[in-house]
Nanobody
């Protein structure tokens, strides 16, 4: 009933920039929060940033000052502008959303994930 579709990953040189986007679709009633996680090879998935419906953000210390998240509530879309990329930013980036979707009787809570998009930072 709900899909998260990511786009914008790729290969970039150190110091470069990339912009990710994630659009949520389906029978969505309300989105509490959207965000980005990442998982590097051999590592656990970690939070990069979360942005609430009011626009409040919470960033991982490792990306503060370099990454900026924004959200278009009308389009159920979240963006991640990544600047000054470093090799250690290399990972698969996953979109995440905590939302309610329409069901037969009443809305149902769901934590949804995108399929992931690879960001590779290398010279």
């Amino acid at each position: 009933q709900v899909q998260l579709v990511e786009s914008g990953g790729g290969l970039v040189q150190p110091g470069g920039s990339l912009n990710l986007s994630c659009a949520a679709s389906g029978s969505i009633v309300h989105i509490n929060a959207m965000g980005w996680y990442r998982q590097a090879p051999g590592e656990q998935r970690e939070l990069v940033v979360e942005i609430t419906s009011s626009g409040s953000t919470s960033y991982a210390d490792s990306v503060k000052g370099r990454f900026t998240a924004s959200r278009d509530n009308a389009k159920n879309t979240v963006y991640l502008q990544m600047n000054s990329l470093k090799p250690e930013d290399t990972a698969v980036y996953y979109c995440n959303s905590r939302l309610y979707y329409s069901a037969h009787v009443s809305p149902i809570y769901l934590e949804a994930w995108g399929q992931g998009t690879l960001v590779a930072v290398s010279a």
